[in-house]
């Protein structure tokens, strides 16, 4: 299938595309005349997006968890052309207690979450400033602004992101380099299904964490009103947008979250002006 020939074609680099959000905006991108680097842990994933657009998609098999790996399919991939757009998608939970997560659950949880778009993101910062600009997409979510029992890591690693994110936007603006954290709601991609889970201890069972688990265990999907093709499409339009925005909060989900944590964080910051005034040296 050959590209649309009335806009220059762009490069993406997206991880985590073998479903969900990053597989629409996979897709999005290849009917927009785009090239696609898509990595993904299941070689015959996109097979059939490959059938459709040929070489106009490569796809990576790469393990987050393993930084080596992710050095060498971006290597790989540099050297065949340059690259316009990074999407940082690729990510899972870890739902418990924190009392309840081993030390592999943090660990993992924290490289695929932080370190892997951590290191995504500085190896792509270099060529994109030499050629003169480029977009870097953050996939987080409402977790990436606030807090909910039984998924401390899983915020660590949000947190962290929306933070590294916002300082390295300040970095490199003066190249042309645009970056934008994504905060998508309760979105139908597939991702309760895939929670991993603590093994669960009786001290938590009547508490918050055991209401929450109970909760996600139950989860209907069906319910959650994220519709994640309409997701990739607002992706998509904002990364023609010469001026976007550093945070993207979608859903009405999202936007109510994020309000409600905001106003009680500003509220709390309030009480506080005298107090935090009062360490200083005296006059």
Known sequence: ???????????????????????????HA??????????????AALEDLRETYGDRLTVEILDLTRPADVGEVIDRTLRSEPVDIVVNNA????VGAAEEMTVDQIRDQIEVLLLAPMLITRAFLKPMREQGGGRIIQISSMGGQIGTPT???????????????????????????RLTVVEPGATRTGFASA???????????????????????????????????????????????????LRLTLGSDTYDAVHAA??????ALETQK?????????R
């Open 30 to 43: 290849l009917r927009g005349g785009d090239r696609v680097t898509a990595t993904v842990r299941r070689p």
């Open 151 to 177: 998924h401390s890591s899983y915020h660590a690693g949000k947190w962290g992101l929306e933070g590294f994110t916002e300082s390295v936007s300040r970095e490199v603006s003066d190249f042309g380099i």
């Open 91 to 94: 990510g899972y939970a870890v």
């Open 195 to 245: 929670l991993r889970y603590t093994t669960a201890s009786a001290a938590y069972r009547d508490t918050a964490v055991g209401r929450t688990r109970r909760l996600l265990e139950s989860a209907d999907e069906s319910l959650f009103t994220g519709d994640p093709a309409r997701l990739a499409a607002v992706i998509y339009d904002t990364t023609r947008h010469p001026d976007p925005p």
């Open 1 to 27: 299938m050959t590209a649309p020939s009335d806009q220059a074609v762009r490069h993406w680099f997206i991880t985590g595309a073998s479903g969900g959000l990053g597989r629409h905006l996979t897709e």
């Open 262 to 267: 905001l106003t009680e964080r500003l509220a």
């Open 274 to 282: 005298e107090l935090a005034a009062s360490v200083a040296f005296p």
